[in-house]
């Protein structure tokens, strides 16, 4: 049997999914479901002063309305679960329908709910209610000046952390013979998920229990939290997610609308669904980055970089969303000095509040802030000391031998070859000639440029002592349970929780190795906190990295069983036999065999079992990591900016990842694709802005330019295979490796074509106009 | 109230007459979903862009959020769930052949878009293909393994039609 790790098996969840047969929250239908519809503020900040909702109940068809004073006493507040410690964070109680304050347009104010989502609707925009307006303030350092409108009456200055990391640089920037500052703006970004979210409510009287089917990506941390605020005991909560339509990272949190569904329903004694329109997943479900960060790099005049210094203002939105706080602080701050061997660095983020939708992780989370502002700043470096940046790149890379590598903030780098991957991008890309072709076409008029992005990231969250120590409050190991039957036919049960990633291939991939299966023999199941018994979720390129090592664990129980069962049927020690390829046989008789598929039919009827052995077959296994995996590789990006219209042309996009060992490289190949456009995406197109007054001006399709087919070449991928030592299948996490590297490589290289221009900067989106104005205010092309 | 009025329509959908009484406003997608009963169509946005709720309508490729059941009245309609006949249709093949699905929420109107324009244009370009989607938001391929999985589809199409010219002419 050829090695099925590594092969590109065609998806097995492809199977319901192409045939429209899908299970995604909305799709549920439950005999006597009726249907939500939340009452929003349009504004950004006011005092409620009164909600009239006697209009609304009279509406043939409404069965409630419940506002924010009714479920005031019966639930919880919406928690933050990362408090990064040494950074006195401020709690911002957060009302699952607000009763006294709103702080941020959408901010829900009441839910109404009826026979029919249309009848919701129509009533909805009945409830009358009175706002007192308030000045608002959206941009983080903004939110910091003094006299700056409060998002929390008692959180002075708005600023919900500050947080620091590695120790003072000072002294270096003082002595350095070169010092390049910049300030980048890392705009707000929308995640997008084409599936929007929705929650589905049932409350059993007769057992006290509610289940809620609910779009998330940790079926398990979400029932941790709406215990607590539903005071509905663990065991008497179940969470179910089947197909979720994408995420990156928008649907950790845990919501308002998912806990007031749930109270609704069990207060009713009816099933509640609730979905959300797409203006509301603008408007309400968690955006993405949105920093202001001051960078300083510290270097010699002939190439070596010595310090970086970031002072960043994060803009986390009117609430600390679920993850929040550990976004721009442990996943940002920790890994500025990228795949570089910078000596000194430290790092500062103010946590800002503003009356703007709550910011929490959206692909990447922290690492492409991180890899943005340390490549960019290579590059301006560069342009300082007059070195080509490929040149300083090379100077400055962590060396081969160096790993494990401890970055200046103690993290440790588990293993890379840096030097290996740009190699790999340089045998794809002729540089030498690109600079001669750049020359010429710039003499006609013409300019192009080129742009590098040597990353590195860290990913696999995570060793839970570490997450304890970061203020995580969970852990982030992950469970498995390989259930073999009488047959030999498996089922495995992962804490994970896929949306789109592709596991119930890639982890049938595994255990069909491991146990020497047809892949078709196993069946993943994910998603549920009832047939599950704990599990962290899916996030932070965690699954295959961690879920995937619990799996290999629990293979390893199995196999280890079976080996006794199969031992005592041939009648010889166990270590006198050999497994292989699902074959148990006599080691130096090869015909004495037994099949995987007869021990597991002897663990069952448990006629005839080792002396002592408990009947059936089975593994479960507990993985918690011990350190993160840290992908890398080399990103190059070409591009053609045409002067007259600030339009830029994507030429080649060239992709080199070292995500160890890979899997299944079809599926590789789409998350890098995915996180690929995702990256570009916000380095060309997409930006979410807010008026003064706290109104979202991009909240629509219309108005937020997500990528089309159309904006794009062929990506050129290949990989280096660096496995990570620690891990025990050598893999490392590839879902967001695009999306962090990809960003910078594009701005590099709009940079590099612009430079003719004096231009050495410019803000994300890089739109025709922007760039336009920007030519033009440097006297133009004439 | 005024507007609980309904109004008898009936749809051919994937081959079944389905006959029911609706609002006036109900959307043709959400007559689909909760009147016929087929959720593989989906809702991706409010505002006609994403696409993901493409069904073919008497053959044409159409966002079913921006028609009205009514005016879709007597009309065929072919969701997803139609597609499959005796085998996997061959743009259902493709996609899963060539990665073009990944959390599946847009593949609906993905893969009639797809079909549409195979119908439309046997043999499109790559930039063609590219052009075709312009319709649609997916967030998680990057697009480029849909574009893999037309042409796929588009091969398969051409070799279903070569082996059933060859059956023809072998009788």
């Known amino acids: 049997m050829a090695d099925v790790i590594g092969s590109a098996l065609k998806r097995h969840e492809d199977i319901r999914l192409i045939r429209g047969k899908g299970q995604y929250t909305d799709d549920m239908k439950i005999p006597g479901m009726v249907y939500a519809s939340m009452v929003r503020s349009p504004y950004a900040h006011a005092r409620i002063v009164a909600v009239d909702t006697a209009e609304a109940r009279r509406v043939p068809g409404v069965q409630a309305v419940f506002t924010g004073r009714d479920l005031k006493d019966e639930v919880g507040m919406v928690p933050t679960a990362w408090i990064p410690p040494d950074s006195d964070m401020k709690m911002t109680p957060h009302p699952a329908l607000a009763y006294d304050f709103v702080r941020y347009a959408g901010d829900a104010v009441a839910v109404v709910i009826a026979d029919t989502p249309y009848i919701a609707q129509d009533a909805a925009d009945l409830v009358r209610v009175e706002y007192d307006a308030m000045p608002a303030v959206t941009n983080p350092r903004d939110a910091a000046k003094e006299g700056a409108p409060l998002v929390h009456e008692d959180i002075a200055g708005n600023v919900a952390f500050h947080w620091k990391a590695g120790v003072s640089v000072d002294e270096v920037f003082n002595k350095a013979e070169v010092v390049v500052r910049h300030e980048f703006r890392q705009q707000r970004l929308v995640p997008s998920a084409m599936e929007p979210r929705a929650a589905v409510a049932q409350w059993n009287a007769a057992t006290d229990e509610l289940t809620v089917w609910v779009t998330t990506q940790n079926p398990h941390i979400h029932r941790l939290l709406m215990s607590g605020m539903l005071g509905i005991p663990e065991h008497k909560l179940r969470v179910v997610a089947i197909d979720v339509g994408g995420a990156f990272g928008s649907k950790i949190a845990c919501y308002p609308d998912e806990v007031v569904v749930s109270w609704a329903a069990r207060k009713l004694n009816r099933p509640v669904k609730w979905t959300e329109t797409r203006s509301e997943n603008f408007t309400v479900t968690t955006h993405g980055r949105d920093h202001v960060e001051e960078v300083e790099v510290a270097g010699t005049k002939d190439g070596h970089i010595q310090a970086i210094r970031v002072k960043a203002y994060a803009n986390l939105g009117a609430y600390l969303s679920t993850a929040a706080p550990g976004v721009p602080t442990i996943l940002f701050g920790l890994i500025v000095n990228g795949a570089y061997a910078i000596p000194h660095a430290s790092a500062e983020v103010f946590g800002m509040l503003t009356h703007t939708t709550p910011v929490d992780a959206y692909r990447g989370a922290g690492r492409p802030e991180a890899t943005f502002l340390v490549e960019r700043m290579v590059d301006l470096y560069s342009e300082a000391v007059g070195m080509d940046p490929l040149a300083v790149r090379k100077i400055n890379l962590i060396p081969a031998d160096a790993f494990p590598y401890t970055n200046p903030f103690t993290l440790q780098y588990d293993s890379g070859n840096y030097q290996g991957a740009l190699a790999k991008a340089l045998e794809m890309v002729d540089y030498q000639q690109f600079r001669k072709e750049q020359d010429n076409l710039r003499k006609q008029g013409k300019y192009v440029g080129i742009g590098f992005s040597t990353y590195v990231e860290m990913c696999g969250l995570g060793p839970s002592e570490v997450a304890g120590a970061v203020g995580f409050q969970g852990g982030l190991w992950e469970s498995a349970t390989v259930r073999v039957h009488p047959t030999g036919k498996v089922t495995v049960f992962t804490g994970a929780s896929p949306h789109g990633q592709g596991e119930e291939t890639t982890f049938a991939q595994i255990v069909a190795q491991e146990l020497g299966l047809p892949p078709e023999d196993i069946e993943v199941v994910h998603g549920d906190t009832a047939k599950i018994a704990m599990g962290w979720g899916t996030y932070g390129s965690r699954t295959t990295v961690v879920g995937g090592a619990a799996i290999h664990m629990a293979d390893q129980k199995v196999i280890e069983k079976a080996r006794k069962i199969a031992a005592h049927k041939l009648e010889v020690g166990e270590d006198d036999v050999a497994f292989e390829q699902g074959l148990f046989s006599v080691k130096g008789l090869p015909a004495r065999t037994v099949t995987f598929q007869e021990a597991a039919l002897d663990a069952y009827l448990a006629w005839s079992l080792p002396k002592g052995m408990e009947p059936a077959l089975e593994g479960t296994a507990f993985y918690n990591p011990e350190n993160f995996t840290y992908p890398f590789g080399t990103h190059i990006a070409m591009v053609s900016v045409d002067p007259e219209t600030g339009d830029i042309e994507l030429m080649r996009y060239v992709a080199v990842d070292d995500v160890g060992i890979v899997i299944n490289p079809m599926l590789v190949e789409g998350q890098i694709h995915g996180g690929l456009v995702q990256g570009i995406g916000q380095a060309l197109y997409e930006g979410a802005e807010y008026d003064d007054q706290g109104q979202l001006l991009t909240g629509s399709f219309l108005d937020y330019a997500m990528p089309k087919a159309r904006f794009f070449p062929k990506f050129e991928t290949a990989h280096t295979v660096t496995p990570s030592p620690h891990n025990p299948l050598g893999v490392k996490g590839v879902g967001e490796t695009g999306a962090i590297a990809s960003t910078p490589a594009i701005v590099n290289a709009v940079m590099d074509a612009l430079a003719p221009f004096g231009i050495h900067d410019l803000p994300m989106p890089l739109t025709p106009r922007k760039v336009w104005q920007a030519i033009a205010a440097k006297g133009g092309t004439h | ?171």
């Open chain 2, 1 to 171: 109230m005024e507007d609980s009025r309904v109004v008898p329509v009936t749809l051919t959908v994937n081959g079944k007459a389905i006959a029911r009484e609706v609002e006036p406003r109900t959307l043709l997608v959400h007559f689909l979903r909760d009147d016929a009963g087929l959720t593989g169509t989906h809702v991706g946005c409010d505002t006609s862009q994403c696409g993901v709720c493409t069904v073919l309508l008497n053959g044409e490729a159409v966002k079913s959020c921006t028609v009205l059941a009514v005016q879709a009245d007597g009309a065929d309609v072919l969701t997803i769930e139609g597609m499959e006949e005796e085998i996997l249709h061959p743009v259902q093949q493709g996609f899963w052949e060539k990665h073009g699905l990944q959390c599946g929420f847009c593949t609906p109107g993905a893969m009639l878009t797809a079909s549409y324009l195979l119908s439309t244009h046997p043999h499109p370009s790559e930039q063609e293909i590219r052009e075709s989607l312009d319709g649609l938001l997916c967030r998680c391929t990057g697009y480029e393994t849909i574009v893999r999985s037309v042409q796929r589809a588009q091969e398969i199409m051409d070799e279903r039609r070569e082996s059933a010219d060859r059956e023809t002419r072998a009788i």
